[in-house]
């Protein structure tokens, strides 16, 4: 097993520097000392709880926190000075635009995940491998023509109890580092907090969906589908008249579903790429 792991943390960018697929790789511009640092983590962008009514971010993470938007409702909302309601290449940071099971398939490669970090949007490839109790490993964000600059490992850890499901992702940066593969991303201890590590974790509440209701849990409560066994975020992305949102269930998780805009959905804000 190979227990050499190194991983780039921070990168100074200028700020809005595009990254751009070509025939011949494109070199990242060495550090500035006298621009903004950023993370290289994609999922540190992703506000850490949904967004509530007041324009402020919820307290936690149970149920009788959320709250439930239409699309319309979602654009007008009072946001967190930094954050945006997200388009559907924005969520791609949290898990993959096609179906993943947190048990299937147990070896699995994506070659084009269409997904926008800090406003750049690429096509990237994934590496995806099933573990053991609804965990799902993978490593993310490959592309050799940006230098594997965001190549990150993620764990999806499904946690659907009592009634308060969750999924907990957590994401290393692992950049260009060709020692780390998929069997040491299962390796125990690999997403541990560390001393040169960029590790960053977020968690979703599996809160359901009100169809044609929006409001508090408490208001919407006898309407809502899969509360606690799924959960539903809004996007910006148009499909006709519905809009697209990502989907995490107890089963799998996916980004290429539409819905009524009417519905109430819950929120999760991206963080500005400025």
Not at 176 to 186: I, S, Y
Not at 195 to 209: H, K, Y
Not at 232 to 241: C, H, I, M, N, V
Request: with cysteine.
């Amino acid at each position: 097993m190979k227990k050499s792991y190194v991983s780039l943390i921070l990168l100074t960018l200028v700020v809005g520097q595009v990254f751009v697929a070509c025939d011949e790789p494109v070199k990242p511009t060495p550090p500035d000392p006298e621009k903004v640092e950023i993370s290289l983590n994609p999922l540190s962008y992703v506000a850490e709880y949904n967004l509530g009514a007041d324009g402020k971010f919820v307290s936690g993470h149970q149920l009788e926190d959320q709250y439930y938007f239409s699309l319309e409702q979602a654009k007008n909302a009072k946001k967190p000075e930094g954050y945006h309601l997200p388009t559907i290449e924005e969520l791609g940071v949290i898990l993959a635009a096609e179906e993943m099971g947190w048990d299937y398939p147990k070896v699995h490669t994506t070659k084009g995940e269409k997904v926008t970090i800090l406003g750049n949007t690429l096509e990237y490839k994934g590496e995806y491998l099933s573990g053991e109790d609804n965990q799902l490993y993978a490593i993310r964000f490959i592309n050799d023509a940006n230098s594997n600059l965001y190549r990150t490992a993620y764990r999806y850890n499904i946690k659907p109890e009592d009634g308060n499901g969750i999924l907990e992702v957590t994401a290393r940066h692992i950049g260009n580092d060709a020692a780390v593969d998929l069997q040491a991303v299962m390796a125990k201890g690999f997403f541990d907090k560390a001393e040169g590590r960029d590790v960053v974790t977020r968690i979703f509440p599996l809160a359901g969906s009100a169809m044609g209701k929006t409001g508090s849990f408490n208001d919407v409560k006898d309407d809502l589908l899969e509360a606690g066994e799924a959960g539903a975020w809004r996007s910006t992305t148009l499909e006709g008249e519905d809009a697209y949102y990502l989907y995490i269930g107890g089963y799998g998780a996916s980004s290429t579903n539409f819905d009524n805009v009417m519905d109430g959905l819950t929120i999760r804000l991206i963080k500005d790429n400025k």
